[in-house]
Structures are given as structure tokens and as C-alpha cells.
């Protein structure tokens, strides 16, 4: 992999796209496939 040299104001928007946004989003949509599962068991 050939490195790339950045500045800090790109490095940040690619990091908060990724770990900030799917920090929010991922939890959600777990919580919900594990709501689903238990429903669908008949446990809730």
C-alpha cells in the first residue's frame, strides 16, 4: 500500500464519517435485528 500524504482536515472528515457515523447508526440497527430475533421466538 503506497502512502498518501493528507492534510488533518481530510483525515478528520473520513474519520468522523466513518467511526462517527457508523458508531451511531451500526448500534441501532444491531438492536433492532436482536429485537426482531426475540419477537420472532416468542420471548417478548
Not at 503506497?2 to 458508531?23: D, I
Not at 433492532?32 to 416468542?42: F, P
Amino acid at each position: 500500500m503506497k502512502y498518501v500524504p493528507q492534510g488533518a482536515a481530510v483525515l478528520l472528515r473520513r474519520n468522523l464519517l466513518v467511526y462517527g457515523l457508523g458508531g451511531v447508526i451500526v448500534p441501532f440497527i444491531g438492536i433492532k435485528i436482536i429485537d426482531l430475533l426475540i419477537v420472532r421466538a416468542g420471548l417478548a
